[in-house]
């Protein structure tokens, strides 16, 4: 039988406060869309067409993989 206390004092990482990771999202985003306005305007020139995204999403999308980045241990 194994011993269930073996590993009694291991808690799990407190969890940072919901509005910290709010301002940071909210910073990021908003460094995010004048570069993505950039990035969405130069690949519109280069290809011919609108992406299937557009700069608002795109600049989301990179909020939301940043921020949790900023929290991991």
Known sequence: ???QTANGGIHALPRVPKTEFFVYFALIFVV???VQVLAW???TVVRG???TLGPVTRAWKDARAITPMI???
Do not use: N
């Open 49 to 51: 067409r609108l992406p």
């Open 41 to 43: 305007i130069g690949e």
């Open 71 to 73: 929290f991991r241990g």
């Open 1 to 3: 039988m194994s011993d």
């Open 32 to 34: 995010a869309v004048p």
